[in-house]
């Protein structure tokens, strides 16, 4: 059974750069069915995605948020990862990485369990 | 702001049927055939629930259905139980320019 797992530091300080990894467990992140995705919700707030990358490594952003965002994969370790330049507060969320599958770009499944990423001094 | 608009709540008591829907324009969900639902329970992961605006993926009960009219893609759970009490989230593909998009989210209770 497919697993995803987020990690990468709880707390980031404005202005820097947010990373998070996300690690593939059950499957392999190279197989051609697939895209990979990371989505993110604000406390109390609805989901945003941010954007999805291909394990050849072509990505797709949210266009609001793509000047800030990098996507990369990493096939070696089935992992891929997510990079957000010049946060602010606006930016503490839950981050979720997920599995895209087939043609629909918003057909996600599954999902990682979340991490919570505050920004703050 | 979110993209698409759905109600902030809906309501019913179980064994009855509630339908939520999720508003966009012809640019997203009246412009293709690609919404889908999640459902989210609290202080959950979403979990997808329909995609490709009718399909069910293995392992959700056909208690939930999908379709779409124009602009307005709707989410019906029949026979609710306690257990369906969540939040529920629509998205569609907005074309290759913003492709994913939600809504902001209707709260579900189940009285």
């Known amino acids: 059974q497919l697993q995803l797992q987020e990690s990468g530091p709880g707390l980031v300080k404005p202005s820097e750069t947010l990373s998070l990894t996300c690690t593939v467990s059950?499957?392999?992140?190279?197989?051609?069915?697939?895209?990979w995705g990371w989505i993110r919700q604000p406390p109390g707030k609805g989901l945003e995605w941010i954007g999805s990358?291909?394990?050849?490594?072509?990505?797709y952003y949210n266009p609001s948020l793509k000047s800030r965002v990098t996507i990369s994969v990493d096939t070696s370790k089935n992992q891929f990862s997510l990079k957000l330049s010049s946060v602010t507060a606006a930016d503490t969320a839950v981050y979720y990485c997920a599995r895209r599958i087939g043609k629909a770009p918003n057909r996600f499944d599954p999902w990682g369990q979340g991490t919570l990423v505050t920004v703050s001094s | 702001q979110s993209a698409l608009t759905q109600p902030p709540s809906a309501s019913g008591s179980p064994g009855q049927s509630v339908t939520i829907s999720c508003t966009g324009t012809?640019?997203?969900?009246?412009?293709?055939?690609?919404v889908s639902w999640y459902q989210q329970h609290s202080g959950k992961a979403p979990k997808l629930m329909i995609y490709?605006?009718?399909k069910r993926p293995s392992g959700v009960p056909d208690r939930f259905s999908g379709s779409k009219s124009g602009n307005t893609a709707s989410l019906t759970v029949s026979g609710l139980q306690a257990e369906d009490e969540a939040d529920y989230y629509c998205?569609?593909?907005?074309?290759?320019?913003?492709?994913?998009?939600f809504g902001g989210g209707t709260k579900l209770t189940v009285l």
């Open positions: 990358i291909y394990y050849s490594g072509s990505t």
């Open positions: 012809s640019s997203d969900v009246g412009g293709y055939n690609y």
């Open positions: 059950g499957g392999s992140i190279s197989s051609s069915s697939y895209y």
């Open positions: 490709e605006v009718s």
């Open positions: 998205s569609s593909y907005a074309g290759s320019n913003n492709p994913v998009v």
